[in-house]
């Protein structure tokens, strides 16, 4: 007879990288062949109600049913020419229902992974070759990790630039990799920035949230792309907050939002 998990299950994850308690980058292999997918989508990742929380993660009330499957969106970060699995950044939210079981699946552990990708926040709608500012909360960095892992090698000459914010310099991920990466790639300029110096005072880089970045011309100053809609498109991914007060720094410099039939120069993908 079938159980629950050998009928929900399709996947393993056969990657894990603890960037600090609360981030993760996982990745997960399906038993079927991936599924392909274009750079800036996601899938769905699931856990059934039965399966073990983190300690630190809150009391849950009321508690997940055994046999239910908690399904959450989540980013591709990995490049869509990878094959053999899909990686994913994941923070912890301990009042979370998927999270603190996400964070509890032991290495090779089992988990559902969804049949196919989706979203449209891609590059598709850009013109070729035109400037690309990319801006991300948190997690939000996980689209354009698989936007530059899979064009980055191509796109030489297209302009690319990464404004990230992060509470802590603990929480960037990936910044080595992206640091590498803008060594070796003139195209790309990677601005992280923290927003809690007082609490990690041997950060050298930029602190303040992104709007006040952006204010102060840091696109143009230290990646060469002026804030104007003919010359760059922007992608923004993560916070809803965030998303909504750099939409209103961008509007009057005549950014429009890129939504269904319309077309834009603003691109976004909200986590909640
Ligand atoms: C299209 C899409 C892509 C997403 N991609 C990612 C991703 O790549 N990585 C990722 O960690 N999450 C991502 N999310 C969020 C993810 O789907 C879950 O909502 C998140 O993991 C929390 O799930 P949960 O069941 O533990 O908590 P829930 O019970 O669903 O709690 C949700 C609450 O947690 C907070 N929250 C949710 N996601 C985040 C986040 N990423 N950072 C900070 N606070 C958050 C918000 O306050 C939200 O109301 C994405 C969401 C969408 C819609
Ligand atoms: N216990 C810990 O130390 C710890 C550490 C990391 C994460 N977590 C947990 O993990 C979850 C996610 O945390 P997270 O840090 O990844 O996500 P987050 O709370 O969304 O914060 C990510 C970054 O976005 C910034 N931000 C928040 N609102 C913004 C807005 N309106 N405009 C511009 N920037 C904004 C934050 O700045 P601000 O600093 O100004 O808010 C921070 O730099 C939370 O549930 C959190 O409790 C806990």
């Known amino acids: 007879m079938s159980t629950p998990e050998s009928t929900s299950y399709n996947a393993v994850l056969m990657g894990r990288e603890e960037i600090n308690a609360q981030l993760q980058i996982m990745r997960v292999q399906p038993d079927a062949p991936l599924f392909d997918f274009k750079p800036g989508q996601f899938a769905v990742l699931g856990l059934l109600g039965r399966e073990a929380r983190v300690p630190e993660a809150d009391d849950e009330e009321p508690p997940a049913g055994p046999d239910k499957l908690i399904k959450r969106a989540y980013s591709i970060a990995s490049s869509s020419v990878e094959k053999h699995y899909v990686e994913f950044y994941v923070t912890l939210i301990t ?121 102060k011309g840091i696109v143009d100053l230290l990646g060469g792309v002026p804030l104007d809609p003919a010359q760059a498109d922007v992608f923004l991914c993560g916070n809803p907050d965030m998303i909504w007060t750099v939409k209103e720094i961008l509007a009057p410099r005549g950014f429009t939002s890129d939504h269904g039939r319309q077309a834009g120069t603003i691109h976004v993908e909200e986590y909640w």
């Open 95 to 215: 009042s979370g229902q998927l999270t603190p079981r996400l964070f509890a699946v032991p290495y090779g552990g089992r988990l559902f992974l969804g049949p196919k990708a989706s979203g449209m926040f891609t590059l598709d709608r850009v013109a070729p070759g035109k400037a690309l500012i990319l801006i991300a909360t948190g997690t939000g960095l996980a689209p354009y990790m698989s936007m530059l892992r899979t064009m980055l090698v191509s796109d030489t000459s297209r302009r690319f630039v990464i404004l990230h914010g992060a509470r802590y310099s603990w929480d960037l991920g990936y910044r080595g990799e992206l640091e590498s990466l803008a060594r070796i790639r003139p195209n790309l300029t990677y601005i992280p920035s923290i927003t809690r110096p007082d609490e990690d005072p041997h950060f050298r880089g930029h602190t303040g949230r992104i709007q006040a970045l952006l204010e």
